[in-house]
């Protein structure tokens, strides 16, 4: 008999920050906004997001993603490939990047650990760059976890730092989560983008 392709599963994701952070640092001075859609064909899905940014080179990131996991043993795997391209330019400057991207996570009862790493071989104007973060979690209850994760960020022609971040997510009704989270880099003398700072966000899942 011929094989039968899983079914296919669309979704539409919304995400709302009083900061918008990315790799630990901030990439807005003020509300970011991030829609994000994709399909999901078993264990793979295949979608687009964007979200805006403020910066003198542009306004925003559109991202293309693949992404794939599955559960091997008492792990959950997941890796993926992304194209990011920058949106309302307003610098002439290479405003593509590839990135890659694998994660590893277990759960034992309450407590969770995982690693996530992001590679970029050029990432825009600059030279490759390379974001590694790891830390526990812990469900308090069916709707709201504790998470803590340290990470570490090199990128050629750009400063290397440490990142960390604290927080709360709870699921408040079934597709929407808050989140309220806690950030800060060893470098904030770099400028403003470093500084510490708490976060309000809020995702809703359709």
């Known amino acids: ?22 790799q630990g640092t901030a990439q807005t001075e003020g509300v970011q906004i991030k829609p994000r859609a994709f399909i999901k064909i078993g264990d793979v899905q295949v979608g687009t997001l964007w979200r805006n940014i403020d910066s003198d080179l542009a306004g925003g990131v559109a991202v293309i993603f693949v992404r794939a996991s599955r559960s091997v043993g008492q792990f959950h795997l997941d890796g993926g490939l992304a194209y990011r391209m920058r949106t309302g330019v307003k610098v002439r400057h290479d405003s593509h990047a590839w990135e890659f991207n694998a994660g590893a996570r277990r759960d034992v009862g309450k407590l969770g650990l995982g690693v996530n790493a992001e590679f970029s071989p050029r990432e825009f104007e600059k030279g490759y760059s390379l974001y590694v973060e790891g830390g526990p979690t812990l469900a308090l209850n069916r709707a709201a976890k504790l998470s803590v994760a340290l990470g570490r960020r090199e990128r050629r022609g750009a400063p290397d730092y440490w990142a960390a971040n604290v927080g709360l997510t709870k699921t408040v009704i079934n597709g929407l989560a808050l989140d309220l989270r806690y950030y800060a880099t060893d470098r904030p003398e770099v400028g403003e983008r470093f500084h510490s700072r708490l976060v309000a966000s809020a995702r809703w899942s359709l």
């Not at 011929?2 to 952070?21: C, F, K, N, Q, R």
């Open 1 to 22: 008999m011929p094989a039968t392709l899983p079914p296919i599963d669309p979704a539409i994701e919304i995400v709302i920050a009083s900061t918008g952070m990315t």
